[in-house]
């Protein structure tokens, strides 16, 4: 019997980037002056390569960072609260989904494979 935690790479593969999700890093993208492909990449580097005190410095300042970022939406770009925190929320999963293991790992190169599809389009 297969787990569901070995299907969930399959499930990634079939992964549709929503509007809703695209809008979320354009507007990270607008806020941090940073493309969300390489801030992905350089956080899943920075994470990898990290010891465990390091690892809980760079959940922290991300926790900040969506945190501030959550606060910028509403100030800013006049957002309600709801949709802050959905924009905010959405981010700080990809952000936080630090790769620890494999199933991680995919989701991953599967989120940046979409993104720069999505970019191209």
Do not use: C
């Not at 690892?55 to 922290?60: G, H, S, V, W, Y």
């Not at 501030?68 to 957002?79: G, Q, S």
């Amino acid at each position: 019997m297969q787990s569901e935690t070995e299907d969930f790479p399959a499930e990634i593969e079939e992964f549709a980037i929503s509007k809703r999700q695209l809008r979320s890093y354009d507007l990270y993208e607008e806020y941090s002056k940073r493309n969300i492909t390489t801030t992905i990449q350089t956080r899943k580097d920075a994470y990898e390569k990290a010891d465990a005190q390091a690892r809980e410095e760079l959940e922290t300042e991300t926790e900040i960072e969506v945190e501030n970022f959550h606060i910028w939406l509403e100030l800013i770009k006049k957002l309600s609260p709801f949709a802050a925190h959905y924009y905010s929320v959405s981010l700080k999963s990809l952000l936080l989904g630090f790769p620890i293991g494999e199933n991680v790992a995919q989701l991953f190169e599967v989120v940046l494979e979409k993104v720069e599809i999505s970019q191209q389009e």
